[in-house]
């Protein structure tokens, strides 16, 4: 009955109906290519502020309750994450800040011993070595003067990335009910299966992923900070913070400290096993981390996908789009889930393709019986 109605209405429309579809559908399409041409460098912050609102709701409403205030309750909130980020980023930038300036001072002398003890275990003779040493030198601090140049063009994309993010979760904590509200009442009643499978998956998604990240951030930072303080290395908690810090950043992570820790231990600390085992613990901490923690942890939290999708996720994501993939990889997994749920349904054995497939295998089997008792 419905289909014939459908195909009555369809049969009944006039060109001017399909000149205004048309003119809906182009304004539609622009109006979502603008929106997202808008917030496209900053839609990680911007899911990430989501996320975090979310996460943050029961600190939130429980600190509501006690100071009967939505807004104050919220900045409370907000704060628990600011000031000890300022803090320990300031520490680590303080720290770091007074070690490059040693380095810068000390120069010479980091050569000079470099030099000596690399030509004990190369045959180059200790001027080559000390040239090319200097030409390295010269070399990193060429590159770290770039880096320092990328970053100052990044910076207003990474104020306002911040600032979106934080003003995101002050929203999503201040505005949770008329949010949701608003989405509700503009989305039809027949789309309800859709949104509640875009609920459960995308949000599933992306918060088992971004527990798996500061999880997995957090055991490495821990790891190195004990690995520095065992084997005696400078800096042992600023490095545990970089290491922290780093790990949310595209082509960079742990390595870039355990590397060059080794070459310390190993050159300056004449400490041969230690730096092997600095390295070697690098190393297997960076496969398990890609490999098994992070996806593991993902899929735990995310509940509703398996350890091979949450890998799958996290790997495509972050080698597609960066560190942006980290949101992107499972927030896409979950959409496409979640319209394939909708499409398809809640699983039936009983109108399956594995009950029919049963079926012809008992048939068969039945048949295979009958032919050899008639033998």
Not at 8 to 27: C, F, H, M, N, P
Not at 316 to 332: C, D, E, H, R
Request: positive net charge; charged residues 15%.
């Amino acid at each position: 009955m419905s289909s014939n109605n459908d195909s009555s209405q369809l049969s009944q429309l006039t060109i001017g109906d399909a000149k205004r579809i048309l003119v809906y559908g182009v304004a539609i399409a622009l109006a979502v290519w603008l929106f997202f041409f808008l917030v496209g460098q900053v839609l990680v912050a911007l899911l990430l502020g989501v996320v975090a609102g979310v996460y943050l709701l029961p600190v939130q409403e429980w600190l509501e309750r006690r100071l009967r205030a939505r807004t104050e309750s919220a900045l409370v909130t907000i704060a628990l994450i600011i000031v000890p980020l300022v803090a320990l980023v300031g520490y680590a930038w303080y720290e770091m800040s007074g070690y490059s300036t040693f380095v810068s001072e000390k120069r010479a002398e980091i050569i000079n011993a470099i030099s000596a003890s690399l030509a004990r275990y190369f045959p180059v003779g200790r001027e080559g070595t000390r040239a090319g040493l200097e030409a390295a030198f010269a070399e990193a601090v060429t590159r770290s003067a770039d880096i320092i140049q990328d970053l100052r063009r990044r910076s207003a994309l990474l104020i306002a990335s911040l600032a979106l993010f934080f003003f995101t979760v002050f929203y999503v904590l201040t505005q949770r009910v008329r949010l949701a509200a608003y989405i509700k009442l503009r989305v039809p009643a027949d789309y309800l299966p859709l949104y509640e499978k875009l609920t459960l998956n995308v949000g599933g998604a992306l918060r088992g992923a971004l527990r798996a990240v500061f999880i997995d951030q957090t055991i490495k930072a821990v790891v190195i900070i004990v690995l520095n303080l065992v084997f005696g290395v400078p800096l042992a908690v600023v490095l545990g913070i970089t290491t922290f810090l780093i790990g949310f950043l595209p082509l960079a992570g742990e390595w870039a400290i355990y590397i060059p820790v080794s070459i310390y231990l190993f050159v300056f600390a004449d400490a041969h096993l230690s730096a092997g085992i600095y390295l070697g613990c690098g190393l297997l901490l960076t496969a398990a981390s890609s490999l098994f923690i992070r996806p593991k942890l993902a899929s735990a939290g995310a509940r509703t996908f398996s350890f091979y999708w949450m890998f799958l996720a996290l790997i495509a994501g972050v080698y597609t789009f960066g560190v942006a993939g980290v949101v992107l990889g499972p927030a896409i997994l979950g959409f496409v889930k979640a319209v394939a749920d909708t499409l398809f349904g809640d699983v039936k054995y009983e109108t399956s393709l594995l009950k029919e497939e049963h079926k012809q295998q008992d048939e068969s089997a039945q048949k295979d019986e009958a032919m050899a008792t008639a033998k």
